[in-house]
């Protein structure tokens, strides 16, 4: 790579029109896709499923969400520690996602109940981690410590986003939308390009082999691109990880997290897409980028909802399918 090349990222694109594409419906065998899901479902997830992006939950204010069917709160302390716990108060049952939050003790607004980390009878606190740049909570078994976390960049040299989409269908039509990457240049014409898979792991992979190996182009308008290569591995079973491994932005990642709901009034089953962009890069000018990540972030946001726009039909279209069969 010439200095030319390595100081401009961007190139022209050359892409045929979207019917003129390369077909890659041969290539997505279905079989191959459902053993990948097979493998990833068999991954632990140490009980620990992901609440929400960090920045949702915010200093003197309560988060609520129903997270595997059961009501839960989070909030923070005077120090900034998060804490979860059941979302409805144990004196009458008032709902505790709105509460106030008064010197680290969520205050119930129907009777002024205060409920704090330390918890008191009949209403105990979860286990909770904050990664910075996600919120968790543990809730099943078996349990692990900490959450398993697939690879990422330092977040203090980082830049990361967090966008929330809930669609009808349950985590393993989310899991399975990622582990099809054939469809990325089809479905989203507007955000890639000449995308081709290098290599996929085969039906009896070894757990050391087990990612999807893909170069694509991201699109910058209509005339400009970033070509990259990125990995797709699954870390858990509600977890896809795709970390850029060569090109712009190596150690980039976003990580899409499948966060079972409840159903909704219609009886189907409701997934959170709790998505998170963690870009970094070596070039000395992205601590600029870091200095005006607050602009940044919901334009991050807005990218991803868009492509999840498109995804989400798709995770909830596998689901009627298999709900038909």
Known sequence: MNQRRALNPLRLLHRPRWAEQQPTWADAKPGLIRAALRRAE????????VLAGSREVRPGRAFGRVVAGRELVAWRDGSGGLHVGPGACPHLGAALCDAPVHDGHLVCRWHGLALGPDGRP??????????????????DTPA????????????????????TVIGRCEPEDVIANRLDPWHGAWLHPYSFAALRVLSAPPVDCPPAEDRFLVEVTFT????????????FSCPDARTVTMEIVDGEGVGSVVETHATPLRPGQDGLPRTAVIEAVVAHSDRPGFVHARRVAGALRP?????????????IAYAERRYALRARA
Do not use: K, N
């Not at 910075?132 to 909570?137: R, S, T």
């Not at 692990?144 to 966008?163: Q, T």
């Not at 334009?299 to 995804?311: F, H, K, S, Y």
């Open 42 to 49: 068999e991954r632990s997830a140490g009980g620990w499923y």
């Open 122 to 139: 009949g209403w105990r606190t979860l286990p909770a981690y904050d990664d910075g740049v996600l919120a968790w909570v543990r809730l």
């Open 144 to 163: 692990a410590d900490v959450p398993v976390l697939g690879p990422r960049p330092p977040v203090d040299r980082s830049v990361a986003a967090v966008a």
């Open 220 to 231: 910058v308008g209509s005339r400009f691109g970033v070509p990259v290569r990125a990995e």
């Open 299 to 311: 334009l991050m946001g807005v990218t991803a909802r868009r492509l999840w726009r498109d995804d």
